[in-house]
C-alpha cells in the first residue's frame, strides 16, 4: 500500500483518437473539442456509485480503480495520517474473511482499543509513569496473542493473489485514496462480491500492531530518504494555513496515537458510496458487468452519519521568500516551489506547459542553457500540483547542484533565466513541442488498463468529471505563448517563493 | 473451521459453482462468488525475421493505438567495463544518446527528435546494452535513420562527454546518501566477488574515462551478433523491414564476449556501513541459478512462497504482518549467463534489527529444510498460472517479455509452455531447489543503520564495518 502523491491530472491529456476501443452498446460517450472521443459507458448504481467502465476487447485482464474523494488534507486535527492509515487497514479483511470468528474476535478488538486508549491518555500525562505503560504494553502484547488464535492473516490479499491478482495496492493523497487490482478477466465476478463485502463490512483489525509497519514506512520513505526529507520540508514551510502543510502520511507522533474508533468513524463519514467512483478498465463487456455491478457493489449502504463537510483552510497569499535548511548525510539538493492555482484554474495548465518548457528533454531551456551550457547542475526538474491538486498547490522546481557550485549561484542562474521568460516570453515552437510532448505522454500512459482506470477515477472523484481526460488537450491547445508569459511573471516571483536546502551536517 | 470452508469456495470461484452454508454468526454472511468461464488466453503471433547483419527482428503487429515502440538489445553490457573504468559502459550509453549522431549535432539531433516528441534513450544492465524509441507510427520511416544514426555512427561530442561524465560522477557518489542505493552496492561487491558482475562504478573509476576510451568501447562492443530487435505497434512489418535492412543489414559484428566464471562471495560475512537514519535497509543473500538451470521454475516457485508474492509469502507473514517489524520484506531470484543471485531484501527500525534478522534466518532455514507445504504449493501454482493473464495487458509489454526470451535463449514455446511447467513442479523439486541455494554456507548480509547497531549484529557472524562503498572490501581472514 504505498503512499502515492502523483497527479493523475498530470497524465490525464489526450489527443488522439480512441475509437479503436470499439463501439459500446450503452449509455454515454465523449467527445472533447478536437474530435477526439472515449467511449466510456457511465452509470450510476442504485447506492449513488459512480461506474466508469471501458471496453478493452481481447485484452483478458481487467483493471479497477476504486477511488474516493477524500484524502490526508481531511484528516482530523492531531490525527495527520489518518485517512492513510485507514488505508492500511482496508486490507485486513471483514466479518468473514481474515477471521476464524468475528463472534470471538469482537471483545478482543474492543479491549484492544481500552488499552491503547488508555495508553495515550498516560502519554499525554506531564509526567507519564513508565510503570504503568510497561503494564499497558504487556497487556496489549497478551489481547495481541489472544487475537493471533482467531485471525487469518492477509486472507483477502490471499484471496485475489491466488485468484492472479496483480497491483493489489491502494494510495492515499493529500486528496484521494485509491484501490487498485488487476484481475484476469474472467475475475471480475469475485471482485465485485469481494468488494461488495469489503465495503460493507470492513473490520480493522491488526489496527496496533499496523501502527508499527506505517511508521515503518514513514522512517523508510521521509526519514531515511534525503529527498524524502527536503519535500516534507518544503511542504510544512510553503504552507502555512493549507492542510497541504501536513505530510500525507502524517506525523510521527500522531501516527502512533491513531486510534482503532477513530478510523472507524472516519471510514463512515468518508467512504460513502454515493460519492465515490469505480473505474473498470479491459476485456468484459458493459451490458454483462452492469447487472452484477448492481446486485453487488450497487448493494452496499450509504452510511447513516452526515458525510464530512470538506472545511480546508485557505493558503493566505505569501508576501516574502521563505527558506528551511534540512540536515542530512548526503549530497546537497534544492527545493523549490511556487504557489499556483489548483485544477482546472486556467493558469495552472499554463503552468503545466511552463514546467515542460523549462525541463523536459534535452531542449527545454533549463536543462539546455544550465545543465548542458553553464553545467551548474547535474539534474533539473519541475513539476506542478503538489502536493495535491484539489486546493492551490506548488509549482516545484528541484535541482542538484553540480560540485563546486554553490547553490545561491544556482538560484540566481534559474532566476536569470526565469526573468528572461518574464521578459520575452517563450516561442510558438517551444509551446508547439511541449504540447507534442504532454500529448505523446498521454497516448503511452494510456497503454495500461490500470493507469486509464485510475486516471478515469482521477478526475471524476477529484474534479468531479472524467471528461478532463480527453478535454485536456482542448484546454492546452487554446493556451497562447502570452498566457505562459504571463503566469511565469505572475506566480514565479520571489515573494510567492520558498527555497528548501539540503545539506550535509558539519562534522 | 469455518476459514477453510470460505477460502475454498473464494479460491474455487474461478473454476466451479458451488453452493454454501455458512453457519450464521451473527454478523454479516460470507460473499458467494458464482461461476465464471475459463479464460482463453492465445498467445499473438511474433513474427521475426534476420537482417543480413544477424540481428534478429521480433515483430508483434497490433493496430490499436498509432503508436510504434522499437528496442534493440545487444550482448554485453557493464561486465565489459575495464578493470580501473568501471561505469564506462553506462557512460558511453548515456553519451550515445547525448552526444550527437550522423551529421548532427547533440542540439540538432535533441531537436530533431524532440520536435516530433520521440522518446529515444541508450542504457547498460549488467549483461547487455539496450537502445530504443517510442514514437507516433506516423513518423516512424522519419525516426529510423536517426536512430540507426544514434546507433551506428554516434558523434560522441566532447562537450556533452564533460558534462554526461560529470553527470555520472556525481550521480555515482551519491549513491552513498540512501541505504538502499548503498547496500545495493555493497551486495553485489560482496556476493559477486572475483567477477565482473560484482563491479561498480566509483567516482574515481569513472574519472579515469578518457573520450577515446569511449569511442574504443562502443567500436569493440556495439554491433549486431547476438542481437535482437523489437518492433511493436501500428507497423507496415514489410516496410519497417525493408528500412532496416538497409539501415543495418551491413553492420559488422562486434568483438566476441569473454567467458565468465562463477563469482565467490565473499561469505559467511557481514558488512555493516554506519549511517544515521532511522530505518535500518538489510540485504541478504547468496548465489542463486544459472540461466536455463533445471530448477529455474522450482526456484521460481519456491521463492514465490518464501518471498516473491507479497502479502502472502511466509517472509511477510512472519516480519510485517505477525510482529510489525518492517513495512516491506521480499526475496527476489534473477539468473544470470553465471550464476545469479537469491536476496531478501527488507529493512526496520534499528531498536528491532536483532529481532529482523532472527525471524528472517529462521524462516530461511526452515525453507531450507522443509521447503514449501503442499497446500502452499498449490497456491502458489494456483497463483502464478492466474497471473500469467497479466503478461497479456498490453502489446507492448508482452512484446518485451517475449524479446527478453528470445534473447536470454528461452525456447520458442516458452510462453505457451509456461503454464505447465508451472504446473508439473512437485513439492519435492521445489523444495530441492530452495535447499540447494539456502544451505549455501557463503551467504552476505549487508546492512545500513546507526553506529550502535554493530554489536547487535555481532550476534549473527563476522562483521566487518565499511566507510566507503567504493573501498575494496576486507574479506575473512
Known amino acids: ?507 | 473451521m469455518i476459514t477453510m470452508k470460505l477460502k475454498t469456495t473464494l479460491l474455487s470461484a474461478a473454476f466451479g459453482f458451488i453452493a454454501l452454508g455458512f453457519p450464521s454468526l451473527g454478523f454479516s454472511k460470507a460473499p458467494f462468488v458464482p461461476e465464471t468461464a475459463p479464460l482463453n488466453i492465445q498467445v499473438p503471433p511474433f513474427d521475426v525475421k534476420t537482417l543480413t547483419c544477424g540481428i534478429k527482428v521480433v515483430f508483434l503487429k497490433n493496430d490499436e493505438m498509432p503508436l510504434v515502440s522499437v528496442n534493440l538489445l545487444i550482448p554485453g553490457g557493464s561486465i565489459l567495463d575495464p578493470e580501473g573504468q568501471e561505469g564506462l559502459g553506462s557512460l558511453m550509453t548515456a553519451l550515445l544518446r547525448n552526444g550527437g549522431a550522423g551529421d548532427l549535432t547533440p542540439e540538432v539531433f535533441d531537436a530533431a527528435l524532440e520536435d516530433k516528441a520521440v522518446d529515444m534513450s541508450a542504457s547498460v544492465d549488467k549483461e547487455f546494452f539496450s537502445a530504443g524509441f517510442k514514437c507516433l507510427s506516423q513518423d516512424l520511416a522519419d525516426v529510423l535513420p536517426l536512430y540507426a544514426d544514434m546507433l551506428r555512427r554516434p558523434q560522441f561530442d566532447l562537450k556533452r562527454f564533460e558534462t554526461d561524465k560529470a553527470d555520472s560522477i556525481d550521480e555515482v557518489s551519491r549513491l552513498e546518501d540512501t541505504p538502499d542505493a548503498l547496500t545495493r552496492v555493497l551486495f553485489s561487491k560482496a556476493l559477486l566477488d572475483q567477477s565482473p558482475y560484482g563491479h561498480s562504478a566509483s567516482p574515481t573509476s569513472l574519472s579515469m574515462v578518457k573520450p577515446e576510451d569511449v569511442l574504443k568501447f562502443y567500436q569493440a562492443h556495439l554491433g549486431p551478433a547476438g542481437s535482437v530487435l523489437e518492433v511493436t505497434g501500428n507497423v507496415d512489418e514489410a516496410k519497417v523491414l525493408a528500412q532496416l535492412e538497409s539501415l543495418f543489414g551491413d553492420w559488422t559484428a562486434q568483438e566476441k564476449l569473454p567467458d565468465n566464471v562463477d563469482a565467490k562471495p565473499l561469505g559467511p560475512v557481514i558488512y555493516f556501513y554506519p549511517k544515521q537514519v532511522s530505518q535500518v535497509f538489510i540485504r541478504f543473500g547468496v548465489l542463486g541459478l544459472k540461466r536455463h538451470d533445471p530448477q529455474d521454475i522450482p526456484l521460481s516457485v519456491a521463492n514465490y512462497i518464501l518471498g516473491g508474492s507479497g502479502f502472502t509469502s511466509r517472509l511477510m507473514h512472519q516480519i510485517r504482518s505477525d510482529r510489525g517489524l518492517a513495512y516491506f520484506v521480499d526475496s527476489v531470484t534473477v539468473p544470470f549467463n553465471i550464476r545469479g543471485i537469491f536476496e531478501v531484501i527488507g529493512g526496520t527500525r534499528p531498536d528491532s534489527v536483532k529481532e529482523y534478522l532472527t525471524v528472517m534466518f529462521q524462516v530461511l532455514n526452515d525453507f531450507a529444510k522443509t521447503g514449501p507445504t503442499e497446500s502452499e504449493l498449490q497456491q502458489a501454482q494456483k497463483s502464478m498460472v492466474e497471473e500469467y493473464a497479466y503478461n497479456f495487458e498490453s502489446p507492448f509489454s508482452l512484446a518485451d517479455y517475449h524479446t527478453s526470451l528470445v534473447f536470454n535463449g528461452y525456447p520458442d514455446d516458452y510462453l505457451q509452455t509456461y503454464r505447465d511447467k508451472v504446473k508439473a513442479v512437485t513439492q519435492n523439486q521445489a523444495a530441492a531447489a530452495a535447499s540447494a541455494v539456502l544451505s549455501q554456507k557463503n551467504w552476505v548480509l549487508i546492512v545500513a543503520g546507526p553506529e550502535e547497531l554493530e554489536k547487535d549484529l555481532e550476534a549473527f557472524g563476522t562483521v566487518h564495518k565499511v566507510t566507503s562503498v567504493f573501498d575494496p572490501l576486507v574479506s575473512n581472514p
Open chain 1, 1 to 507: 500500500m504505498s503512499l502515492f502523491c502523483k497527479r493523475f491530472c498530470i497524465f490525464a491529456f489526450i489527443f488522439a483518437i480512441l475509437t479503436a476501443f470499439l463501439p459500446l452498446a450503452a449509455q454515454e460517450t465523449t467527445d472533447s473539442d478536437s474530435g477526439f472521443n472515449l467511449p466510456v459507458v457511465e452509470k450510476v448504481l442504485q447506492n449513488g456509485l459512480t461506474v466508469l467502465i471501458l471496453e478493452r476487447p481481447g485484452i483478458p485482464v481487467v483493471s479497477f480503480s476504486l477511488m474516493q474523494p477524500v484524502g490526508a488534507q481531511d484528516a482530523p486535527k492531531g490525527k495527520t495520517g489518518l485517512p492513510h492509515m485507514l488505508e492500511h487497514m482496508m486490507f485486513k479483511g471483514t466479518e468473514t474473511i481474515g477471521t476464524l470468528s468475528y463472534a470471538k474476535e469482537k471483545p478482543i478488538l474492543d479491549e484492544m482499543d481500552k488499552v491503547a486508549q488508555e495508553t495515550n491518555d498516560e502519554n499525554e500525562k506531564l509526567q507519564p509513569s513508565a510503570e504503568r505503560l510497561k503494564a499497558l504494553a504487556d497487556q496489549m502484547e497478551k489481547l495481541e496473542q489472544e487475537h493471533h488464535q482467531v485471525v487469518v492473516k492477509d486472507e483477502l490479499s490471499a484471496i485475489y493473489t491466488q485468484n492472479g491478482g496483480q497491483s493489489l495496492n491502494a494510495w492515499t493523497s493529500q486528496d484521494a485514496t485509491n484501490y487498485t487490482i488487476t484481475l484476469p478477466a474472467n475475475k471480475f465476478n469475485l471482485y465485485a462480491t469481494i468488494e461488495q463485502d469489503r465495503l460493507s463490512h470492513p473490520v480493522f483489525r491488526e489496527f496496533y500492531s499496523e501502527r508499527n509497519v506505517v511508521a515503518q514506512e514513514r522512517r523508510w520513505r521521509t526519514e531515511s530518504n534525503p529527498e524524502g526529507k527536503l519535500s516534507e520540508a518544503l511542504e510544512s514551510t510553503a504552507f502555512s494555513a493549507s492542510p497541504y502543510k501536513d505530510p500525507a502520511i502524517g506525523w510521527m507522533s500522531d501516527i502512533m496515537k491513531l486510534m482503532r474508533p477513530d478510523a472507524e468513524a472516519f471510514y463512515h463519514q468518508t467512504y460513502r458510496p454515493d460519492q465515490g467512483v469505480l473505474a473498470i478498465v479491459g476485456g468484459v463487456q458493459a451490458k454483462d458487468i452492469i447487472p452484477i455491478l448492481e446486485k453487488t457493489l450497487g448493494q452496499v449502504p450509504n452510511p447513516t452519519v452526515p458525510p464530512l463537510k470538506k472545511n480546508w483552510t485557505k493558503e493566505p497569499p505569501q508576501e516574502g521568500q521563505k527558506t528551511v535548511h534540512v540536515y542530512f548525510d548526503a549530497d546537497p539538493m534544492v527545493m523549490m516551489g511556487w504557489h499556483m492555482p489548483n485544477f482546472p484554474h486556467p493558469d495552472g495548465l499554463a503552468l503545466d506547459v511552463l514546467s515542460d518548457i523549462l525541463t523536459t528533454g534535452n531542449t527545454s531551456r533549463l536543462i539546455q542553457h544550465l545543465l548542458f551550457g553553464k553545467k551548474l547542475v547535474t539534474s533539473i526538474s519541475t513539476e506542478t500540483g503538489f502536493p495535491g491538486d484539489r486546493s492551490p498547490n506548488l509549482f516545484v522546481l528541484s535541482f542538484n547542484p553540480a560540485p563546486k557550485h554553490s547553490a545561491d549561484a544556482i538560484v540566481a542562474a534559474i532566476d536569470a533565466e526565469i526573468a528572461d521568460i518574464q521578459t520575452n516570453g517563450v516561442t510558438q515552437a517551444e509551446l508547439d513541442r511541449a504540447r507534442r510532448n504532454i500529448e505523446s505522454s498521454f497516448l503511452w500512459g494510456k497503454i495500461s488498463t490500470s493507469d486509464l482506470a485510475q486516471d478515469l477515477a482521477y478526475n471524476q472523484a477529484v474534479h468531479g468529471d472524467w471528461r478532463y481526460v480527453t478535454r485536456y488537450m482542448d484546454m492546452v491547445k487554446a493556451l497562447t505563448p502570452d498566457d505562459i508569459k504571463k503566469v511565469a511573471a505572475e506566480y514565479l516571483t520571489s515573494p510567492n517563493r520558498t527555497i528548501a536546502y539540503l545539506e550535509r551536517p558539519a562534522k
